[in-house]
């Protein structure tokens, strides 16, 4: 298990920072205004198709934005004449930007807008991905409601982007978690990116486990949420275990010492159903005394769909695996325990009711798209 740690590097004095210097870059050119007129959900491929055949209109300077980080091309320096020299060579020195050549840089990665935070992320669209970044982080992002002067704690906080959504929306401080030390310093880089570095604290190690003894207002998740069987080979940034259900159980369990009263925890996952989901009898046994929730269930896919879909990953991602072995394995370990489906959720436990209950409001009825997570979307 990785040493668990607080972050206590000095950050950059904010003046002289190159990550604030970009995101103020990024705001006043026009970048920030080219994807507001744009905006869709970033993991549509309609996003940046629709972007591309508007980008000759746009000005220099922004196509070369465009370019550099919402495509991710290879851009001459020359095209980036209108950002300071001293900026360019400092996000080189970051590992922002890579040289390619002696004239021209990439980055390393995307910059997303999502309401008025700046995100960088890895390619999302690369399933080997070190620091996760997927349809569930939007999804979450529009669902988050923070109360002005909360005291918020975001847990496997990946990219930062649920940690930083609640400063956007009035949280006090933010306290981020994350296993992943990668995880970590793209956190702390997008913090600097939307000059917020120092209204966080960030935490190395195992979801509470590193923190000092304290309670929130708001604790938030998108743990690995994916169901895997035992002995199946996968990324563990989504690997959420048999059920899919590991890391909310553990989530669950320890929130009586964690949550103030009145306070809220937001988690979101995949359950397996049977076709009553895993995710429904956790809830009905699984809180703490004196707790309560509301689940919503978002969408229901037949496990057959499901596993097409995880057994076409697992073989782009290991291909010395078989698929038709995996398949099977797959297939036995789920059939025999009689499962059907696999079912989204959104999940709100409280303590602040009085007569705590389950509420379970089921929504896949109404559900015609193909995506886990905005009900009725296209």
Known sequence: MLRSKSSSARPPRAEADPLRLLGRLLRDSGFWEACRLHRNRYIDRRYQSHLRQSRPWFPAPVRALLD??????????????????????????????????????????FVLLLDNVLVLTEDFSNPAQSVYFG?????????????????????????????????????????????????VRLAQLNARLNGWERRLRWFEGDLFE???????????????LLPIPHGIPYPVIGDGGFDGLRFIRRILEQLGGR??????????????????????????????AGFGCHLYLLTRQSLDQYLKAIVTTVARLYPKENPLKLSRSFRAAYS????????????????????????????????GSETYWFVGGA
């Open 210 to 224: 590193p923190l000092p003894p304290g309670r929130y207002d708001r604790i938030t998740c998108n743990p690995p």
């Open 259 to 288: 949550l103030a009263d009145g306070g809220k925890c937001l988690l979101l996952g995949l359950s397996l159903a049977n076709p009553v989901p895993e995710i429904e009898r956790l809830c009905a046994g699984g809180l703490p």
């Open 135 to 183: 349809e569930d982080s939007e999804f979450y992002a529009n669902m988050l409601e923070i109360s002005p002067g909360a005291r918020c704690l975001d847990l496997c906080t990946g990219t930062g982007v649920q940690a930083l959504m609640s400063l956007s929306r009035g949280a006090a401080r933010v306290d981020a978690v994350d296993i992943n030390p990668r995880a």
């Open 68 to 109: 550099l980080f919402l495509f991710r091309s290879i851009v001459e320096i020359e095209a980036l004449q209108f950002m300071p020299r001293l900026l360019l060579e400092a996000l080189i020195d970051e590992e922002i930007l890579a040289r390619k050549s002696a004239t021209a840089v990439q980055s390393g990665y």
């Open 336 to 367: 025999s325990a009689g499962y059907t489906d696999v079912v989204s959720y959104y999940l709100v436990a409280s303590r602040s009711i009085r007569d705590p209950a389950v509420c379970v409001s089921n929504l896949t009825q109404s559900n």
